[in-house]
C-alpha cells in the first residue's frame, strides 16, 4: 500500500514569498490533515479535512496560509506571503475516518521549508 | 487544556536498558493516548497506542503505563536497542491530536 506523498521534500524562500505544498493521502483514507512541525517541537496541526470539507481550522493563520482538498482527494498548502517563522517542516497525515477505534494518523515524510 | 508535557527533551540509555519517557495531559476529555517514533527525514509513525479504560499495554519491548487519576502516561522501552534511537512524541486527543514536544532517544552500543 502506497503511503502518503508529499512534495516538494525542500523549499527555500526568501520572506514575503510564496509557496505551495502538495499531499496525496493513502488511497480510501477520508481525513487529511496538514501540521506544522517546527525544529525541536511537536507537530501542531494547522487543518483538517474531512473529505472535502473543513472540521478544523482554528490554528491556522488565515491572513497567510489557506489550504485546500479537491475532490475529497489531493490537498495543497500555501503559504503567500512567508515570514521567517514559517520555517518548519509541513507535515501531511490520512486517517480512514476519525470515527475508527484506531485513530493512527499515517504521515507523510514532510515539505521542510526555510525561509530567508 | 490542550497542553501535553513531555518528559525529558533527551535521553541517552545503553543498549540492554530500560529507557522511560513521561507525559501529562490537562484535558480529561482526551481518549486516545499514541506514542509516536520519528526517525530523522521522515514522517512520525504509530509505535504504541492506549485508551484510557486500561492501565498498562505491551507489544513487545514496548509498554504504556496509563494513570488516569494522575493525568499522565508514559513509555517504557525494555531491553533498548541502537536502532531505537529516535525521536519519541507522546499526543492526546482523539482524531484530532494534541503532541508533546518529543524526547530524542539515543541507546548507546
Known amino acids: 500500500e502506497a503511503g502518503v506523498a508529499q512534495s516538494p521534500r525542500y523549499k527555500i524562500i526568501e520572506k514575503r514569498q510564496s509557496v505551495a505544498f502538495w499531499c496525496n493521502p493513502i488511497?480510501?483514507?477520508?481525513?487529511l490533515y496538514w501540521y506544522q512541525q517546527i525544529l525541536g517541537q511537536g507537530p501542531k496541526l494547522l487543518i483538517q479535512f474531512q473529505n472535502n470539507g473543513v472540521v478544523d481550522d482554528s490554528q491556522l493563520p488565515k491572513d497567510r496560509f489557506s489550504a485546500e482538498r479537491l475532490k475529497g482527494v489531493d490537498s495543497t498548502l500555501k503559504i503567500q506571503p512567508a515570514k521567517l517563522e514559517d520555517s518548519a517542516v509541513y507535515l501531511c497525515a490520512s486517517s480512514l475516518d476519525p470515527g475508527q477505534l484506531t485513530g493512527e494518523l499515517f504521515f507523510g515524510e514532510g515539505s521542510r521549508l526555510t525561509v530567508l | 487544556q490542550q497542553q501535553v508535557k513531555q518528559s525529558p527533551q533527551s535521553l541517552i540509555v545503553q543498549k540492554g536498558g530500560i529507557s522511560i519517557i513521561n507525559c501529562a495531559y490537562e484535558n480529561t476529555a482526551f481518549d486516545y493516548f499514541p506514542w509516536y517514533q520519528q526517525f530523522p527525514g521522515k514522517g512520525p509513525a504509530l509505535l504504541i497506542a492506549?485508551?484510557?479504560?486500561?492501565s498498562e499495554k505491551k507489544e513487545g519491548r514496548f509498554t504504556i503505563s496509563f494513570n488516569k487519576s494522575a493525568k499522565q502516561f508514559s513509555l517504557h522501552i525494555m531491553d533498548s536497542q541502537p536502532g531505537d534511537s529516535a525521536t519519541y512524541f507522546c499526543a492526546a486527543g482523539w482524531s484530532k491530536l494534541v503532541f508533546g514536544a518529543g524526547t530524542i532517544l539515543r541507546v548507546k552500543s
Open positions: 492506549i485508551r484510557p479504560d486500561v
Open positions: 488511497s480510501g483514507h477520508a481525513t
